[in-house]
């Protein structure tokens, strides 16, 4: 091997090393540059928000009537309803109302605390068991959207720089507050006017 060939080998390993750290350089840039669009976007989402007025939460918890089971035991049937076009895992509780505060309640769903997936334009009702302790109750549960891989990886970047993706937040979402009445006087007009008929009845057999 002769000098000139080892001298053009050193001069050829710098340009490739060269080469090397400005594709490196540029691959960072890119990268760079796509988180700082990234937080931009989430940051102007987020100005946007402040100036217009909230709009109603896609998840929300309705009454939906009341019945009795075949035991005599009162059930309030409660819808969870979806308006959006996204899916939505949720998890619901049952709370009441106690020297002031809210609690979740003694008697729950079998369903409550577990992780339900609720589709789009949809909705799920159930029957719960109407609290018999505190002085009110409602219905309560904690939903978000269910992501796919992309929104996963870039909440997680954002995470990362301490910014909430403004699309990942838990909605706490809370029904309508129930006067809990005293077990003689919780009763549907159904099962009330069975009663009242009742007694007019036995009246009518006195007399």
Known sequence: MTTASVAG???T????TRRINVWFEARVSELSF???LVLLCALTFKGFSLFRKPLPQPVAIVIAGQMTNDSGDILTQVMITNTS??????AFSTQVLTNGSWQNGAVQHRDAASA?????????LYSLPTPQEGDEWRASLVA???MGEVETEVSGLCRRFNFEYPFA????????EMLNLPCNLSTTPQLAAKKMTAALRAERESN
């Open 144 to 146: 978000q959207r269910i």
């Open 34 to 36: 796509l988180v700082f």
């Open 9 to 11: 080998m050193r001069n």
């Open 13 to 16: 390993r710098p340009r490739r």
């Open 169 to 176: 937040k838990e909605l706490h979402v809370r029904g309508p």
């Open 116 to 124: 339900i997936a609720l589709p789009p334009k949809s909705g799920r």
């Open 85 to 90: 076009k996204h899916w939505f895992s949720y």
